[in-house]
């Protein structure tokens, strides 16, 4: 077998002709460079269209991609390009089988390269892949754009959940769409107001928001006052666990009110109040039950009143009961008369959610796929020690929650 044909092989790129071979020395280490050109009916075609278009003018000066090392030794594909005038697109750089448009890398080392970033401190892939911080970042930035170009993410969603997430100090936030249906990522933008939101219905269209069936989300006015704008046939849905997370933080608050009053209990009881109050009572500590018990049998205070409306608003919202919204009545019938001021407070919240509330049970959809990918992005921000812009964020969860990371090329 030729040397040429050997190496065309081990570089694993279709369409690709070798022509030439050499070592060159570099500050770095020695490069290994490979002469190559498009196969004949790969030439002269514009880069966006990949249609066969008339040449514009060729380069005197070879131009170089970075490639996957081979043999520890950097790689460069090398060759002669021109310009195509697209009768779409312009005048534009012809396009080569082996790099994206516009790209100093092949496709294989960007595949790559996002792959590890997807899986490993941005710091790592630096390390081993001998490229710049700002490279990774640009590479990331390509790959998303790549699979964003080439797939609709919004075609077929009928059921979506919406949140906001924190990405930085100062009360700055994204808004984040997931599909329930596949849990990925389906759209991110910086910003969490009724302007943002119309940008996601606006890109969707009036035709697909018309056949959106369920939307999730918490109780954010600027989400309902838009999904009713928009998608007003949809079921709206309110998330659980923030109804259960009303609850718990109104019993805290009625615990924090009436300690004091509290008499009988021990030390120890009263460092448990708290978490036995709060947690689940399968999850309690057996200290934390003993605190929980003492609680509950004083039937007349306020705080074991309290703490039963807060149990059962949560038997109810996670569908563990039938008839929800007969249950649901009789708990803010109870609520309100309950002369506790932090469950009046909360009975108020729950009854203008409360068709909401009830949609959530009866179908069984809350808000845990959006919550799960918003843990994930702020993984990725603790992993990346911050980022310097929301869309270095969003190319990041596109990559990962958006199913934007490509294979690794020898899979």
Aim: glycine content about 6%.
């Amino acid at each position: 077998m030729r040397a040429t044909r050997l190496l065309q092989k081990l570089l694993k790129i279709e369409n690709l002709v070798v022509l030439d071979v050499a070592i060159e020395d570099d500050d770095d280490g020695q490069l290994l460079v490979v002469s190559v050109r498009a196969k004949r009916r790969q030439d002269s075609r514009c880069p966006h269209c990949r249609r066969r278009r008339p040449g514009y003018d060729r380069s005197h000066h070879p131009r170089r991609w970075r490639h996957l090392d081979l043999g520890g030794m950097r790689c460069y594909l090398q060759g002669h390009i021109g310009r195509v005038d697209c009768s779409l697109h312009g005048v534009v750089t012809e396009h080569v089988p082996w790099a994206r448009p516009a790209a100093k890398m092949t496709r294989r080392f960007d595949d790559t390269v996002a792959w590890l970033a997807a899986h490993s401190p941005s710091s790592a892939v630096c390390e081993y892949m001998r490229v710049s911080w700002r490279t990774v970042q640009r590479i990331i930035a390509r790959v998303v754009a790549d699979h964003t170009g080439q797939t609709d993410r919004m075609d077929g969603l009928r059921r979506i959940g919406i949140d906001e997430i924190a990405y930085r100090k100062g009360r700055r936030y994204l808004t984040v769409i997931v599909d329930h249906d596949t849990g990925r990522l389906v759209w991110a933008r910086e910003g969490a107001t009724k302007k943002t939101l119309r940008q996601f219905f606006d890109e969707l269209g009036a035709t697909r928001s018309a056949q959106l069936t369920h939307v999730s989300a918490d109780a954010g006015q600027y989400i309902e006052t838009v999904v009713a704008e928009r998608a007003p046939d949809a079921i709206r849905c309110m998330d659980p666990f923030h109804v259960v997370q009303w609850a718990t933080r109104a019993v805290d608050r009625c615990r924090s009110r009436v300690l004091n009053r509290i008499h009988g209990l021990s030390n120890d009881d009263r460092r448990n109040l708290r978490w036995a109050l709060l947690k689940n009572p399968e999850n309690l500590t057996p200290g934390q039950q003993r605190t929980r018990e003492l609680i509950v049998k004083r039937a007349n205070s306020e705080l074991a009143r309290a703490y039963q409306l807060k149990e059962e608003l949560r038997h109810i919202v996670t569908g563990e009961h039938s008839g929800t919204w007969r249950r649901l009545e009789h708990w803010l019938h109870r609520a309100d008369r309950s002369r506790i001021i932090e469950l009046v407070g909360l009975s108020r919240s729950v009854r203008q959610q409360q068709i909401q509330i009830y949609n959530s049970v009866v179908v069984g959809l809350s808000n845990a796929r959006v919550e799960a990918t918003n843990t994930h992005l702020r993984a990725l921000t603790k992993r990346a020690y911050g980022f310097h812009s929301p869309e270095a964020l969003i190319a990041m969860s596109t990559l990962t929650r958006g199913g934007a990371c490509p294979v690794l090329p020898h899979q």
